[in-house]
């Protein structure tokens, strides 16, 4: 735990689009943040930009074996054909914490097309990989990376999916901490749902109706 008693949240591919989104907002929140990277100098590059939006909050630069390490919760943010390889080489600091996985199994060119990998989805495809003594939930699969990074209200809310009610539970606190409305919706095998909704969203922008679409639970309050 940082000296603040909020958990450091370390994000794998933290330089990327989503990743850069998730550390602004989290940041802002008063979370410690570690940009893990393939190359330090990277990370260093990403951490110096997210220290003149967000000076307050410390954050730190790492290669992503240290990133993984150094993080009480870990975020993965990396494309989907290396979704397994980077799991792969940080498998071992990750025992007893939980893995945010937002991997969306595009595949190009037919991004409009939903096509989930033989496993079900990229949610339970991790699980699966990592074993039970990591907490693997998945989440923001429909939220651009782009409305992210702004200083904007985010309309669309967010499934949260993993096999552990608590880590669900984690998970949503620091979704509204990042100014988004999250849902339970089920094991991790539910992000084929979450997952699959990428592409629909993708058509839906096509429409020229509509851009950033997204989704909202709605439902009578008990
Ligand atoms: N972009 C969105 O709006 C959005 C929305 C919802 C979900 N997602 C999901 O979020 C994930 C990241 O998307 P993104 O748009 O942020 O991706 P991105 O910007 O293209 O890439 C993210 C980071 O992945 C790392 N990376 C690239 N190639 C790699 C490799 N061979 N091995 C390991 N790491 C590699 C890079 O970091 P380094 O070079 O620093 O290592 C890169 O900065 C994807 O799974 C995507 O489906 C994206």
Not at 71 to 80: E, M, Q
Not at 150 to 165: R, Y
Not at 186 to 199: D, K, Y
Not at 216 to 221: M, R, Y
Request: include cysteine.
């Amino acid at each position: 735990m940082s000296e603040s008693d909020k958990e450091t949240i370390a994000i794998l591919g933290g330089t990327g689009d989503l990743g850069t989104g998730l550390a602004i907002r989290w940041s802002k929140a008063g979370y410690k943040i570690v940009i893990g990277s393939r190359t330090l100098e990277k990370a260093q590059t990403a951490v110096a930009a997210l220290q003149e939006i967000s000076p307050e909050t410390p954050a730190e630069a790492m290669e992503n074996l240290d990133a993984s390490g150094a993080g009480d919760i870990v975020v993965l943010t990396v494309p989907a054909e290396h979704q397994i390889s980077t799991l792969d080489y940080v498998k071992a600091n990750l025992t007893g914490k939980i893995l945010i996985d937002v991997t969306v199994p595009l595949v190009p060119p037919k991004v409009g097309t939903v096509q989930l990998p033989p496993e079900g989805s990229a949610g339970k495809r991790a699980q699966e990989f990592l074993g039970e003594d990591v907490m693997v939930v998945t989440a923001y699969q429909n939220i651009a990376a782009h409305l992210l990074q702004q200083d904007v209200t985010i309309e669309c809310d967010v499934l949260v999916c993993g096999n552990k009610k608590a880590a669900r539970e984690k998970v949503i606190q620091l979704t509204k901490e990042a100014g988004m409305n999250g849902w339970h919706a089920g094991p991790v095998a539910n992000s084929a749902a979450a997952e699959a909704l990428t592409s629909i969203l993708i058509q839906i922008n096509r429409g020229g109706i509509l851009s950033h679409s997204g989704i909202k639970i709605i439902g009578q309050e008990h």
